[in-house]
């Protein structure tokens, strides 16, 4: 991972930031001015949405896109991690005591505030996103990739979302994109079987558009970025609409369907069953390991 660290510390020192915040960093490329690059910036923390994290990415694309002097922008991660998807440790520390329907409304609020935020600041973005996954890619980090216009791996990648071990469902549009993408038996392996795909494999069934070794991810990802950036940045953004705009409104549908099946999953005993015994084999894999 020297190769990571050396090559993001060369590009953190070279350019402009727009957006800073204690999760995400966004960067105006030093080569190609139109491009931003939004980057996770907790990689101690394999980059795990907590609340402040799905707030603040939110708010980067938010204002990236409303930048007249940008045309496109990559979102990536630091560290090793692209990210570990959704922290279950905050949110079973944020719930309190109280009744059913406090719980539930508790719940119905974070979702809202958080993945739903996520999800409807990707699905509005009106400027090109490459996705440049630098290693696993997990949950709802995994699902969201597919509401970016161009997904790049690195070859130590991987993708998984462990949605029916956690007594979880489909979120992030996958019920609808993962299928259009791969094909419904491949969306399938992932979704219903929680089958973690290396690179090769999603490169093969059309999930990420190319795989570049890990030694010079950054550099290849930023060649086409670049690019692209090039381009007159009207036909960048109308073209982009021509391939999002008439399923727009079918992608936010699928998000709030998504999301309420999910409200009812999170309070059910079957799901609070789950991630339970989920995180109790954690503990014991990293105490077997001491």
Known sequence: FFFFFLFRRMLVDSLKVLFDSSTVRVYKDAEAENLAIIMFTRGKQ??????????EVSEALEAVDKMPDISCAILTGSGRFYSSGHDLREQLSSQTAGSPEEQRKLLQDNINQNANRLIQAMIAFKKPLIAAVNGPAVGVACTTLQLCDIVYCADISTFHVPFMQLGFCAEGCSSLLFPMVMGLSKANEMLLMGKKFNAVEAKQCGFVAD????????????????????????????????????????????????????????????????????????????????
Do not use: H, W
């Not at 394999?46 to 707030?55: D, G, M, R, T, V």
């Not at 005993?269 to 990293?286: D, G, L, P, S, W």
């Open 46 to 55: 394999l980059n795990s949405f907590i609340s402040k994290q799905y707030k």
């Open 211 to 290: 795989v570049f070794p890990k030694s010079n991810f950054y550099d290849e990802v930023l060649q086409r970025a670049r690019t692209m950036a090039s381009f007159p940045p009207n036909a960048l953004r109308q073209t982009k609409g021509l391939t999002r705009d008439a399923m727009r409104q079918l992608l936010i549908d699928t998000s709030d369907r998504e999301l309420t099946l999910l409200l009812d999953r999170f309070t059910s005993e079957e799901c609070a069953n789950a991630v339970m015994k989920f995180i109790m084999e954690q503990q014991a894999r990293k105490s077997s390991k001491l």
